[in-house]
Structures are given as C-alpha cells and as structure tokens.
C-alpha cells in the first residue's frame, strides 16, 4: 500500500468516524446509562437519513434537513419509549416494532425506494469549495470537508450533553437508568425520564444519519440497516481504551476515539485488499467481539503469565 | 400526623385470593418513633409499600397532616416520604459518585430543571453533612457509590433519606444485610439522626432486642393485624422473650 493510500483512507476513516460518533455516543446513552439496549437506533439512523435527503432533494438548506431528521429520530424515540413505559411493553421488542414501522414510513416520505440530492445543497460542499480554493486536491478537499464538518457537528452534540447530563434534570436521568428503584423513591417521575433519554438518543442517531446520507449522496430503505453493530463497535472499542474513572466528557471523547479506530481499522483492511468490502460486517463483528472480550482478557492474561513463570521457576528448580 | 383508615390489601393472581392486611387503623403522631415486628407474611412491608405508594390499598385511606394522599403516586409522595430499603444497594445509584447521589436526594421535591445538579456549595453542605457521622466518608464525595461498602451505603443512604427532613421516614428492615459492629453503629446514628431532626420514624425490624430498646412505640403485627401496641413505660418492660412467645403464640 502506496504512502497516499494509506493516507487517503486514513482521512477517509477519520471522516466516517466523525459522522458515525454521534450514532455510538446515541446507543450509549441508551444502552450505558439508561441499561437498556433501544433497536429504535437503527431505524431512527436510517429515519433521519430519508428525511434529510428527501428535504434536500425538495431544495430545502441543510441546517433544516438536519434539524427535520433530528425531530424524525426524536419521534422515533418518543413512539417507542411510550409503547414501552405506557402499555409496559418490552423495551426490544417497543424498538423493533417502531423500527419496523419506519420502513412504511421511509417509503411514503421518500415515495420511491431511494432518494438523492444534488451534492451542492450538502452540508459538506461550502466547507469543500474553501479547502479548493486554498489548493487542496478536490477528492482529498471531499474526504477532509467530512471530517471537518463531522468534528463540529460532534463538538456541539457533546458540549451540549455533557451539559444536559449535568443538570438536575440530566442527573434525575442518569439515576433513572443506574437504579430506577432509588431514582424512583426519590421523587423522580422514571417514566418521562425513559421518554426523555429515549427522545435524545435517536434524536442524535437521525442526525448521524443525516450526516451519513450525504457522505453517501443518497439514502434508500435500507439505510440505517447493520449500523447499530457499527455504532456498537465503536462504542466498545472506545470503551475498552477509557480510563476507569472517566467522567461523562472523557467517555463520550473516548466513544468517538473508538469510532476513529473502528474506521480507520475498515478503511486501511480494505484499502490494503486484506478483504474486499463483501467482508465488512464480518470484520465488524471480529472487532467488536475482540474488544468486548478484552476486559476479559486483562484479567486473565496476567494469571496465565504467573501461571507460566511458576511453572518456569519449578522446571528451573528440578533441573537444579 | 399520619393516620391509616381501614386498611386492606387483597392480593389477586387470578386464581387464588390472599388478605395481607384486614382492616388495619393506625395513628402515628407527629416526633414519634415507631418499631414494627411481626413474622413473614406478618404485612409489614406490604404496610410500608402502601404508605410510600408502591402499591394502591384494597380499601382504606392515608391522611397525612389531614389529607388523603392515597391518590398520590409513588413520586409525589417522596416529597413527604423517604424510605431506607433492607438491601444497601437499593438506596444509592452506584454509577454516580457519592455527590451526585446526594444532589438527587438533596433535590427531592423541587423541581429538577436545567439548573447545575451540583454547585460548590453543595459539595461544602454534603461534606459537613456526611463529616457529622465521622465515618471519612467526608472525602470521598468525588468516588462512585459502588466503591462503598455495605455498611458505609446504608449510612449514605439515611444521610440522604434525611437530607432534606422528610414528613415520614420508613426504616424497611435497614440494618439487616450489614454485619452486627456495622448493624449497631447504623442504628446508634438512626437514632441520633432522627431524634435531633424530630422526624416521624416508621421502622421495620426482625431484632426483638433493636425493637424494644430503639423508639417511642413497638407495634407486632401478625396475620395483617396489629395484635400488640405498647409505648413508655410498658415498652421498656418488655423482653425479646416475651415478645418471641408472643411471635409463636
């Protein structure tokens, strides 16, 4: 693999990492702080990414289809989290149910099975025409405008809940998920809380889905699908490089440290033609079931080393 | 002052129906600290489930000050109501640090908007607070509540169960997963706790011993009636053995 290749899909990955962050640090919030796996996330991706394509396509500025498949993920979140806490539904079973029902929804919106937009109404071109005019090759100019825009996207979707999960209010939701039973007999209404992490979460799922749409130039009814193992991956592998004590800050930094690894991980595998992309969601897996296996391995690798050195340590006394 | 009217609890699976309480009157003035003993089965913590709301009475009224509070939830009624669970870890999140369990606790019955969860002087008020039970639990505000121990939770626990002066605090059995040094120590700082703050005290307990000496009034309670209710001087008099002849009569 050629230095600019290497370099190219190093850029690549660090701009699909940046847009997939949000959806990890959105499974994190439900499924760390909440403890409870939401499938919604999947579909409120896929939600947000025909929404946004389909008002960009309608000619609509970007900051408004952002902000439709912001509220799309939100309703999302919303329908499931009342199917959950009001008719005591399972909350795996709520989220598929929802999910399931966006694929109708993605249809009428889009009212074909995909749709595109010109690629000057996305978000990424005005930042794109400004690294063309200051040199940058065009296709490099594309990858580096994804990974800009894709920062500061993620800058303010992180300043904004590592505030909202210092309030009062963000505390009473944090105590929900850690232990609904005190939260609860500390006068904390549990249910609106389930709706209000619920609604944050696939808020920030559709936002990355929006972002990922117009990476990809287009969005079909199947976006969204196999991205809650992506956003999975990334937020374990960001989790087993997290300091112990890490406060919420130092998480969410360290959920989109492990999205950059996880991309950087695909990106350089497939440039490399180690494995052709047909091999991604496999790779994906391995990934993701080497980091989930690694706080595991810490504890065990140091006992097998001191097994091994007692073991040395007799052979050496026998033969002595 | 709380007052209990009539209380029944019926529980109904669909095919067999169980009376946990019948028809249970108890008045508790305001200050007074009350023990309840009573076997398993006796209705003590369905009686417990039925004041803090977890669950709605059969038939029956709860007046608090006047009243009726039995339509209230669980959540409103934490504004008046605390409770210290048997398990230690029901009482604290232990994601969050030793703070931020006391902000939820110090925040109960206000509003919980966007404002800070925890300012600095907070921190100062937790400290002072925890510093009173000389436990060094003072320096440890910025560790999370699962690096505690059993006993140490409990006290946090009634620390925030006290923290803002609840109306009625329901003590469910809260010594009895702890060790009996740790158990004892619990109890004496119960005790100082709720005598200086005045709080209305509803405690559960399996320790004859803790019943008699601990609190104004001992209540037993078997088969979902009170079948034994003593204060003063009449209290004091009584035995752990007589009241375990009493338990098995």
Redesign the interface.
Same mark, same amino acid.
């Given at each position: 693999m050629t230095t600019d290749l290497f370099l190219t899909s190093l850029y690549g990955g660090l701009g699909l990492s940046m847009l997939h962050a949000p959806l990890a640090i959105g499974i994190f919030l439900s499924l760390r702080i909440m403890k409870k796996p939401d499938l919604t996330i999947e579909g409120s991706f896929g939600f947000g990414a025909v929404l946004a394509m389909t008002m960009l396509h309608n000619e609509h500025h970007f900051i408004i289809a952002l902000l439709v498949a912001m509220l799309g993920g939100a309703v999302a979140g919303l329908a499931t989290a009342l199917i959950h806490t009001k008719l005591k539904i399972d909350g795996i079973i709520s989220g598929l149910l929802v999910t399931m029902a966006l694929f109708s929804i993605n249809l009428f919106v889009m009212d074909s099975s995909n749709i595109s937009a010109p690629m000057d109404r996305f978000i990424f071109t005005p930042v794109r025409d400004q690294l063309v005019t200051w040199g940058v090759p065009t296709f490099n100019a594309w990858l580096w405008s994804q990974a800009i825009v894709g920062a500061a996207v993620l800058a303010v979707v992180i300043t904004v809940l590592y505030l909202l999960y210092n309030t009062a209010f963000g505390l009473s939701i944090r105590a929900t998920g850690d232990n609904e039973r005190m939260a609860c007999s500390n006068g904390i209404n549990t249910d609106s809380r389930k709706l209000a992490a619920l609604i944050i979460a696939n808020a920030i799922s559709g936002l990355s889905g929006a972002l990922v749409a117009q990476q990809l130039n287009g969005a079909n009814v199947n976006s969204g699908v196999g991205t809650l193992i992506i956003g999975l991956a990334a937020l374990v592998i960001g989790e087993v490089i997290t300091p112990k004590r890490a406060g919420m800050l130092t998480r969410f930094l360290f959920i989109t440290l492990g999205s950059f690894i996880y991309f950087a991980c695909i990106s350089l595998i497939t440039a490399a033609q180690i494995l052709d992309t047909t091999w991604t969601r496999l790779l994906t897996a391995v990934l993701t079931l080497l980091a989930l296996c690694v706080p595991k391995l810490r504890q065990l690798v140091p006992a097998w080393i001191a097994k091994l050195r007692q073991w040395l340590r007799a052979r050496k006394g026998v033969a002595a | 002052m709380i007052e209990l009217k009539n209380i029944s609890q019926v529980f109904d699976n669909g095919v067999e129906k169980k009376q946990v309480l019948h028809e249970l009157n108890l008045t508790i003035p305001e200050g007074q600290f009350v023990s309840i003993i009573g076997g398993n089965g006796a209705g003590k913590s369905t009686l417990f489930n039925i004041i803090?709301g977890n669950l709605r009475p059969s038939t029956g009224s709860i007046l608090f000050e006047g009243k009726d509070i039995a339509r209230k939830g669980?959540?409103?009624r934490?504004?008046l109501i605390?409770?210290v669970?048997q398990d230690p870890?029901?009482?604290?999140?232990?994601? !969050?640090t030793i703070a931020?369990n006391m902000? !939820?606790?110090n925040?109960?019955?206000k509003l919980?908007? !966007?404002?800070?969860?925890?300012r600095k002087k907070d921190l100062a008020f937790f400290a002072k607070k925890l510093a009173e039970f000389d436990l060094g639990l003072e320096t440890m505000l910025r560790k999370?509540a699962s690096l505690l121990s059993g006993g140490q939770r409990q006290v946090v626990t009634l620390l925030?169960a006290a923290l803002q002066k609840p109306k009625l605090l329901l003590l469910d059995e809260h010594t009895a997963a702890l060790d009996p040094r740790i158990a004892r120590q619990v109890m004496e700082i119960t005790k100082t706790m709720v005598e200086e703050q005045n709080i209305t005290t509803i405690m559960i307990s399996h320790n004859m011993s803790d019943a008699i000496a601990y609190g104004d009034r001992l209540i037993m309670l078997n088969g979902g009636k009170i079948i034994l209710d003593v204060c003063g001087e009449e209290k004091r008099a009584l035995t752990p053995a007589q009241l375990f002849a009493m338990f098995e009569s």
């Amino acid at each position: 693999m050629t230095t600019d290749l290497f370099l190219t899909s190093l850029y690549g990955g660090l701009g699909l990492s940046m847009l997939h962050a949000p959806l990890a640090i959105g499974i994190f919030l439900s499924l760390r702080i909440m403890k409870k796996p939401d499938l919604t996330i999947e579909g409120s991706f896929g939600f947000g990414a025909v929404l946004a394509m389909t008002m960009l396509h309608n000619e609509h500025h970007f900051i408004i289809a952002l902000l439709v498949a912001m509220l799309g993920g939100a309703v999302a979140g919303l329908a499931t989290a009342l199917i959950h806490t009001k008719l005591k539904i399972d909350g795996i079973i709520s989220g598929l149910l929802v999910t399931m029902a966006l694929f109708s929804i993605n249809l009428f919106v889009m009212d074909s099975s995909n749709i595109s937009a010109p690629m000057d109404r996305f978000i990424f071109t005005p930042v794109r025409d400004q690294l063309v005019t200051w040199g940058v090759p065009t296709f490099n100019a594309w990858l580096w405008s994804q990974a800009i825009v894709g920062a500061a996207v993620l800058a303010v979707v992180i300043t904004v809940l590592y505030l909202l999960y210092n309030t009062a209010f963000g505390l009473s939701i944090r105590a929900t998920g850690d232990n609904e039973r005190m939260a609860c007999s500390n006068g904390i209404n549990t249910d609106s809380r389930k709706l209000a992490a619920l609604i944050i979460a696939n808020a920030i799922s559709g936002l990355s889905g929006a972002l990922v749409a117009q990476q990809l130039n287009g969005a079909n009814v199947n976006s969204g699908v196999g991205t809650l193992i992506i956003g999975l991956a990334a937020l374990v592998i960001g989790e087993v490089i997290t300091p112990k004590r890490a406060g919420m800050l130092t998480r969410f930094l360290f959920i989109t440290l492990g999205s950059f690894i996880y991309f950087a991980c695909i990106s350089l595998i497939t440039a490399a033609q180690i494995l052709d992309t047909t091999w991604t969601r496999l790779l994906t897996a391995v990934l993701t079931l080497l980091a989930l296996c690694v706080p595991k391995l810490r504890q065990l690798v140091p006992a097998w080393i001191a097994k091994l050195r007692q073991w040395l340590r007799a052979r050496k006394g026998v033969a002595a | 002052m709380i007052e209990l009217k009539n209380i029944s609890q019926v529980f109904d699976n669909g095919v067999e129906k169980k009376q946990v309480l019948h028809e249970l009157n108890l008045t508790i003035p305001e200050g007074q600290f009350v023990s309840i003993i009573g076997g398993n089965g006796a209705g003590k913590s369905t009686l417990f489930n039925i004041i803090n709301g977890n669950l709605r009475p059969s038939t029956g009224s709860i007046l608090f000050e006047g009243k009726d509070i039995a339509r209230k939830g669980h959540a409103a009624r934490a504004a008046l109501i605390a409770r210290v669970y048997q398990d230690p870890n029901f009482g604290v999140c232990p994601e !969050l640090t030793i703070a931020e369990n006391m902000a !939820l606790a110090n925040s109960r019955g206000k509003l919980r908007g !966007l404002q800070w969860a925890i300012r600095k002087k907070d921190l100062a008020f937790f400290a002072k607070k925890l510093a009173e039970f000389d436990l060094g639990l003072e320096t440890m505000l910025r560790k999370k509540a699962s690096l505690l121990s059993g006993g140490q939770r409990q006290v946090v626990t009634l620390l925030m169960a006290a923290l803002q002066k609840p109306k009625l605090l329901l003590l469910d059995e809260h010594t009895a997963a702890l060790d009996p040094r740790i158990a004892r120590q619990v109890m004496e700082i119960t005790k100082t706790m709720v005598e200086e703050q005045n709080i209305t005290t509803i405690m559960i307990s399996h320790n004859m011993s803790d019943a008699i000496a601990y609190g104004d009034r001992l209540i037993m309670l078997n088969g979902g009636k009170i079948i034994l209710d003593v204060c003063g001087e009449e209290k004091r008099a009584l035995t752990p053995a007589q009241l375990f002849a009493m338990f098995e009569s």
